[in-house]
T-cell receptor
Framework: SAVISQKPSRDICQRGTSLTIQCQVDSQVTMMFWYRQQPGQSLTLIATANQGSEATYESGFVIDKFPISRPNLTFSTLTVSNMSPEDSSIYLC?????????????FGPGTRLTVL | AQSVTQPDIHITVSEGASLELRCNYSYGATPYLFWYVQSPGQGLQLLLKYFSGDTLVQGIKGFEAEFKRSQSSFNLRKPSVHWSDAAEYFCAVGASSGNTGKLIFGQGTTLQVKP
């Protein structure tokens, strides 16, 4: 298993500003992911955070809006840039430790973002 | 393309009653299927998974799910619901393309438990 922590747990931000969310895993993992959960909605994958290379973004998400870093096998950050109220969501980090089946992931507690 | 459908957006059951949450998937090969639970203000916790073998899988908290290939379903069941089971339940399928490890989630089912 893997224990995942996220910081901050929640934040209220002003329109036009940026917020960086940190994700820390207690063990080395092969893959890390970032999801968005809009109010009352399901989870949508934003991108796969690749260690040592650029993240792989899903359709509808771009690097300029959601820059991602993954400097090592246990840590990643997601920045939500130039925020608008439509970015108000829960952002979740997940990780796939070695040995798990394809798709199996552990999730962090999420960061609840409100943009005014 | 892969997809997951949870037909029931909201379900209410009485405490002690049985529960079944429906999940249908669209997938070209043998799917990797998961059920996650999200309690209010919490992250997602894996309840159970299926990727091969016995089509009836047991999970945590007394939950089980049955994979039925002929019906493209992976319904979640519990024989007796507890008030603490009130939460959001998500069915998910592991995406098939390459070795991405991506998950595709259903819309979720909100479970309310009546005393």
């Amino acid at each position: 298993s893997a224990v995942i922590s996220q910081k901050p747990s929640r934040d209220i931000c002003q329109r036009g500003t940026s917020l960086t969310i940190q994700c820390q895993v207690d063990s080395q993992v092969t893959m890390m992911f970032w999801y968005r959960q809009q109010p009352g909605q399901s989870l949508t994958l934003i991108a796969t955070a690749n260690q040592g290379s650029e993240a792989t973004y899903e359709s509808g998400f771009v690097i300029d809006k959601f820059p991602i870093s993954r400097p090592n096998l246990t840590f990643s950050t997601l920045t939500v840039s130039n925020m608008s109220p439509e970015d108000s969501s829960i952002y979740l980090c997940s990780a796939k430790p070695p040995g798990l089946v394809k798709g199996e992931q552990f999730f962090g507690p999420g960061t609840r973002l409100t943009v005014l | 393309a892969q997809s997951v459908t949870q037909p029931d957006i909201h379900i209410t059951v009485s405490e002690g009653a049985s529960l079944e949450l429906r999940c249908n998937y669209s997938y070209g090969a043998t799917p990797y299927l998961f059920w996650y639970v999200q309690s209010p203000g919490q992250g997602l916790q894996l309840l159970l998974k299926y990727f091969s073998g016995d089509t009836l899988v047991q999970g945590i908290k007394g939950f089980e799910a049955e994979f039925k290939r002929s019906q493209s379903s992976f319904n979640l069941r519990k024989p007796s619901v507890h008030w603490s089971d009130a939460a959001e339940y998500f069915c998910a399928v592991g995406a098939s393309s390459g070795n991405t490890g991506k998950l595709i989630f259903g819309q979720g089912t909100t479970l309310q438990v009546k005393p």
